[in-house]
């Protein structure tokens, strides 16, 4: 999807980018303050490590489940900045907000709102505050939205952000109660067997809107977001819900099983559920893609070669690599930019088939402007290739 934050025709684009990218980095700002100024140096420094560890690890098996096509890199990251500064921040405050309102008016002690508060409050405005990013997104830029794939990438990255941050402030409380061994536990619950729930839970959020932008249906296309975002907030409460009441059972036995039986019956699951689905998307986004590309070689905007290469991900970044190593930075930029914006001009064909076309303050990113620039690109690139030089 092309990656130019303009428009000829209304500055509502790059001024919906400059609001989420003022939000988030105020958000991750006042978050991160927050958990120094409530720690120490020491802690915090030992809790960012911690919940930096595996976190490269779970976004690249987000991103891997969408390798056709070339996500934004600072989209992809303000995706991760929001959840972990404005997500955490306002869904920890709703939480409290409602903690604090339910117990004054029900007259319930202080126990009892904070379980309301960690089983219910909690996920439907931590979720909720997470989902806000996607909806913006499938509101606002659907040229970077256009499938489940879009989503859930999407969504598992703003999950991601939160999870880091909330695993930060956990670790480094634990190190100021215990010391350096008071961590490990946290680490092994939080980190490895659970760290993958928060970008699950928001996956399905995107997934949800997903389904919305591929849906013919008008019922589905109003369902299945809703679906989406309450499927986040019961498997967020499950596990919350489960945590809570594991307290309560001194056997133990309760607590074993949500260690064990949650990772295993429900995130491990849902991970590989991801996947299939992913490779499931993957097989009709090629085939898509490859008939469209079939239209831009008899429009000159592609030759024979992009039809094999597009739609392997390997085989493009094989050629774009020997591009670089051939004829230099400036042939390898055009070819990878030429790359991303075919496979951009194939998918706005697929949606224009299904009869949607971009809002006019996104014209910059529709079929025509695409092919504008590809071949302004591609007579550029001929040009090097020619001159035999980067």
């Known amino acids: 999807m092309q990656h130019r934050v303009q428009s000829a025709h209304s500055p509502v684009w790059p001024l919906t980018i400059g609001c989420l990218v003022v939000a988030s980095s105020l958000g ?10 409530e720690t120490s140096p020491t802690a915090f420094l030992v809790g960012l490590v911690l919940a ?11 991103l891997f489940l969408d390798p056709l096509e070339h996500e934004p890199p600072w989209l ?27 117990g004054t008016v029900l007259a319930l002690d202080s126990d009892v709102s904070d379980t309301l ?15 806000a990013f996607v909806f913006a997104l499938f509101l606002l830029a659907r040229h970077e939205f256009d499938d489940v794939l879009d989503g859930i990438v999407y969504g598992g990255l703003v999950g991601l952000g939160f999870a880091v941050v909330e695993d930060l402030i956990y670790y480094a409380a634990a190190f100021l109660e215990e010391g350096l061994s008071g961590v490990g536990l946290p680490f092994l619950v939080r980190g490895v067997l659970t760290g993958f729930g928060h970008p699950l839970f928001t996956a399905v959020t995107g997934l949800g809107l997903g389904l919305a932008v591929q849906a013919r249906s008008s019922a589905l296309r109003w369902l299945a977001p809703f679906a989406g975002l309450v499927g986040a907030i019961l498997l967020h409460a499950l596990w919350n819900g489960g945590v809570t009441l594991a307290q309560y059972d001194e056997s133990g036995l309760l607590a074993l099983l949500m260690l064990l039986g949650y990772p295993l019956l429900v995130l491990l699951p849902g991970a590989i559920g991801l996947a299939v689905l992913a ?19 008899q429009l000159g905007l592609a030759d024979t070669e992009d039809l094999a290469v597009l739609t392997s991900p390997w085989r493009r970044r094989a050629r774009q690599l020997r591009y670089l190593t051939r004829y230099g930075g400036r042939a390898f930029w055009l070819r990878r930019r030429m790359d991303i914006a075919l496979v951009d ?15 006019r303050y996104l014209a910059t990113f529709e079929a025509e402007a695409i092919a504008a ?3 302004r690109w591609r007579l550029e690139l001929s040009t090097l290739l020619a001159a035999g030089t980067g």
């Open 279 to 297: 490779v499931a998307q993957a097989r009709r986004r090629a085939r898509d893609v490859r008939r469209y590309l079939a239209e831009a070689v």
């Open 345 to 359: 001009w194939a998918y706005r064909h697929w949606h224009r088939e299904r009869g949607e076309r971009l809002p």
């Open 52 to 62: 930096g560890i595996l976190a490269p690890v779970y976004a690249a098996y987000l």
């Open 28 to 37: 991750l700002c006042c978050v991160l303050s927050l958990a120094l100024l």
């Open 373 to 375: 620039r590809i071949r």
């Open 76 to 102: 992809l990251g303000l995706a991760l900045a929001w959840g972990a500064g404005v997500a955490t921040l306002s869904g920890g405050a709703a939480t409290a907000l409602l903690e604090a309102m339910t």
């Open 117 to 131: 508060g960690t089983i219910i409050f909690a996920p439907l405005t931590e979720e909720a505050a997470k989902g």
